[in-house]
């Protein structure tokens, strides 16, 4: 005599499954019973909703932790999806810049996660809203502490969005002129004049003036002061300081030279000498070449660069008196 199949067990009392697996779970046990396999088919729905362990008022089955798991692996398969799709899409616009990349990629990977992660809590029967209260709470709590990280966090955010400073950049901070060579979420890496690697906080990038020497192109001024003497011919002076100017190799070709009086001052006449340059990077050099020419010009011209003097003049009586003292020797 056949044996008979056996009932479904009822689901535990408190116990929860998400509603589209357990009509699947009904379903594969009804057909089950259509092909005579119904103690296969209670079998299975038993072990897919035997209660593991209480969470809460709810009783977490083998069914939840298989929905826990596929959407977690679908999660991470979606993010991986995006992140290839995003990084293809900063290719073809040419964003060549890693690090600019690398954050945009993992701030994504972070976001999809975390939705992710959020509806399969909920599939386990864990109210979120206890969760996301705890965790504003919290969230003030290591926002005073952690003002500061925030802030450069933030700031990294808002560089990466506006790119007004990238790797490779020649940036002036706080009177020092460093190259960038990669920017992270919260620090910035540059190298300085003294090949010195140094490490800037975003937010000083974001709430400071800085100087991008090559934001739209790398054209920059070196620029060169001299006095000469009051008694010089200063059509002589000019056409000096041209000449020398003129002579830079590395001065832009389509830009002239400017040379302009800048003051009459106590003991010199005061010149200066502009000269347009495409490396930044090399400007204290350039500028010293820039120097040295016009000290040459100015010598072969036999025009006098003016010091710092005072000419002291006596009146007739203090002269006279002066000449009565004895003279030392």
Known sequence: MPASPLPPPPVPTGGWSPLLLQAESTSLLELGEDLGLGEIAAWIHTILNFPLFPLGDQEVTLTTVLVVGVMIVATWWISGLLQRTVDRAFRKRGVEDPGTTQVTLRLLHYAVMAIGLSIAIQQVGINLNALFAAGAIFAVGIGFAMQNIAQNFVSGLILLVERAIKPGDIVEVEGRVVRV????????????????????????????????????DPIFRIRADV??????????????????????????????PVVMLTDFGDSAVDWQVSVWSED????????????????????????????????????????EGLSRLPRAG
């Open 280 to 319: 930044p990077w090399r400007g204290p050099r350039t500028q010293s070449e820039l120097r040295e020419a016009i000290w040459w010009a100015l010598k072969e011209d036999d025009i006098e660069i003016a010091f710092p003097q005072i000419d002291v003049h006596f009146d007739p009586p203090v002269e």
């Open 227 to 256: 006095g000469v003497h009051y008694k010089s011919d200063m059509r002589k002076v000019r056409a000096s300081l041209i000449r020398a100017a003129e002579s830079m190799e590395w001065r832009l070709a389509d830009r002239e």
């Open 181 to 216: 060579l990669k920017m992270g979420i919260r620090t910035t890496v540059a190298r300085t004049r003294d090949d010195e690697e140094i490490i800037i906080p975003n937010a000083s990038l974001v709430q400071s003036t800085v100087k991008n020497y090559t934001l739209d």
